[in-house]
């Protein structure tokens, strides 16, 4: 059975013009780099276009990834284009925190094992000592870090120097019940995402499905989305939703947002592994 090829994302947002994908695909095509998926939106109201190419080295070549690069560099400056490039043999490397609950954890360790998300999980994070048995369980680095009024910028700035010691690329709140100071939200801006016991807009504070109940809600769902200094109210990642009605009580409409939380936290972290996702000011471009 043949090696699956190393493969590579590039991912472009510029001010919309004409001529950007044939400029792309073209210089790509230069290259000896055959494009496997093609992506594009033109944002009429921002004046902003975005674009995802899956592409690879045709057989027979040896490719390399500097020229690449440089040609990029090249290309960018008459587009006036922000770009990334990925490599699928370069998995992205996790961060997950976590408190008490642990629906959302056990699912993204069950994927990640089951070979459905490419990352690689450098530590799991948490105010809590509940879930450290699971964590060891699947040989995952444990580190405990309680948070006080006292301690809440202490831990914060040990958070930062863990993400730099282990690399990390995206932190994942997998039900993080702990509110993060603006300047950490900012120092995580564009690669931190939380998962929302909520349909936004909608519930907050404590108790939602309580206040949900209260309400008779017809709908309750959950919402993932990158971490900003505005309290979950961040770029929407993905929402998941479910139908009740009047005989659903507090205790049913907590397990079925166990799963809504579930669903919504592992499209939304799947996407951005996949580099799907684009920030466009308060919201996002998703290339499924």
Same mark, same amino acid.
């Given at each position: 059975m043949d090696t699956p090829h190393e493969h590579y994302i590039l991912k472009i947002s510029c001010p919309a013009a004409s001529g950007i994908v044939a400029a792309v695909t073209s210089w790509l095509a230069g290259q000896a780099c055959y494009?496997?998926?093609?992506?594009?939106?033109?944002?009429?109201?921002?004046?902003?276009?975005?674009?995802?190419?899956?592409?690879?080295?045709?057989?027979?070549?040896?490719?390399?990834?500097?020229?690449?690069?440089?040609?990029l560099n090249e290309l960018a400056g008459g587009f006036d284009m922000q770009w990334q490039l990925f490599s699928s043999a370069q998995p992205t490397r996790v961060l997950l925190m976590v408190s008490k609950f642990d629906h959302c954890l056990t699912d993204l360790l069950y994927r990640h094992r089951k070979g459905e998300m490419d990352m690689r999980i450098t530590a799991i994070v948490s105010n809590h000592l509940d879930l450290r048995p699971m964590a060891e369980r699947e040989g995952i680095r444990f580190i405990y870090l309680p948070v006080s009024k006292e301690s809440k910028?202490?831990?914060?700035?040990? +958070?930062?120097? %863990?993400?730099?010691? /282990? @690399? =990390?690329?995206?932190?994942?709140? #997998?039900?993080?019940?702990?509110?993060?100071?603006?300047?950490?939200?900012?120092?995580?801006?564009?690669?931190?995402?939380?998962?929302?016991?909520?349909?936004?807009?909608?519930?907050?504070?404590?108790?939602?499905?309580?206040q949900a109940y209260e309400?008779?809600?017809?709908?309750?769902?959950?919402?993932?989305?990158y971490v900003t200094s505005d309290l979950d109210e961040g770029p929407i990642i993905e929402q998941e939703i479910q139908r009740v009605d009047h005989t659903y009580l507090?205790?049913? +409409?907590?397990? %079925?947002?166990?799963? /809504? @939380? =579930?669903?919504?936290?592992?499209? #939304?972290?799947?996407?951005?592994?996949?580099?799907?996702?684009?920030?466009?000011?308060?919201?996002?471009?998703i290339f499924r």
């Amino acid at each position: 059975m043949d090696t699956p090829h190393e493969h590579y994302i590039l991912k472009i947002s510029c001010p919309a013009a004409s001529g950007i994908v044939a400029a792309v695909t073209s210089w790509l095509a230069g290259q000896a780099c055959y494009i496997s998926e093609l992506s594009q939106f033109d944002d009429e109201f921002t004046g902003r276009f975005f674009m995802r190419a899956v592409f690879r080295f045709n057989k027979g070549v040896v490719g390399d990834i500097a020229p690449l690069r440089l040609g990029l560099n090249e290309l960018a400056g008459g587009f006036d284009m922000q770009w990334q490039l990925f490599s699928s043999a370069q998995p992205t490397r996790v961060l997950l925190m976590v408190s008490k609950f642990d629906h959302c954890l056990t699912d993204l360790l069950y994927r990640h094992r089951k070979g459905e998300m490419d990352m690689r999980i450098t530590a799991i994070v948490s105010n809590h000592l509940d879930l450290r048995p699971m964590a060891e369980r699947e040989g995952i680095r444990f580190i405990y870090l309680p948070v006080s009024k006292e301690s809440k910028s202490r831990q914060e700035a040990e +958070l930062l120097r %863990i993400v730099e010691e /282990t @690399e =990390t690329d995206l932190v994942v709140l #997998a039900r993080y019940m702990q509110i993060l100071s603006d300047d950490l939200c900012k120092q995580l801006s564009g690669r931190a995402i939380n998962i929302h016991h909520s349909f936004l807009p909608g519930f907050k504070g404590a108790k939602p499905y309580h206040q949900a109940y209260e309400r008779g809600v017809k709908l309750i769902g959950a919402t993932a989305h990158y971490v900003t200094s505005d309290l979950d109210e961040g770029p929407i990642i993905e929402q998941e939703i479910q139908r009740v009605d009047h005989t659903y009580l507090p205790d049913a +409409l907590v397990a %079925i947002g166990r799963d /809504t @939380e =579930t669903v919504a936290l592992s499209k #939304a972290l799947k996407y951005h592994l996949e580099h799907r996702v684009f920030i466009n000011q308060d919201k996002t471009v998703i290339f499924r």
